[in-house]
């Protein structure tokens, strides 16, 4: 691990969507590690701290809700900031999901990955 580097969580059972989007946070300097669905990112990230999380909603085994809420309630992820990736934008309450669960922002698919490092960096920004 690179001192200084920002560390991100991407949750993606689509590896094409994960793939890109890592390569697109790498390249923006981050130090990135992926899961395939929302039980093993739980278990990656109680072993490890990331900075920020991104992840899919709807996976096999957990999906992006219940990973959040699982977060959401360990003491190091409690501020964490978590993006929200769904294809079902239409079909979710997008805001009710933000509100309750405390999820920072929600991109449909399909994204732009410039677009997810912006919103990474602006998250991970310290207001003055």
């Given amino acids: 691990m690179s001192i200084g580097k920002k560390r991100a969580l991407i949750v993606d059972d689509n590896t094409a969507l994960a793939r890109v989007t890592q390569f697109a946070l790498d390249g923006a300097g981050f130090e990135t590690a992926t899961a395939c669905n929302g039980r093993v990112a739980l278990d990656l990230a109680l072993e490890s701290q990331f900075d920020v999380v991104i992840t899919d ?3 096999p085994e957990m999906n992006g809700t219940e990973l959040c ?3 959401r309630d360990e003491p190091n992820y409690a501020e964490c ?3 929200l990736l769904t294809a079902k934008g ?20 399909p994204f732009s990955p410039s677009a997810i490092v912006k919103s990474v960096n602006e998250l991970l920004t310290v207001p003055a």
């Fill in 81 to 83: 900031p978590i993006i």
């Fill in 90 to 109: 239409l079909e979710l309450e997008l805001s009710k999901i933000q509100e309750e669960i405390g999820i920072n922002a929600t991109f449909a698919k």
């Fill in 57 to 59: 909603q709807q996976m």
């Fill in 69 to 71: 809420q699982k977060l």
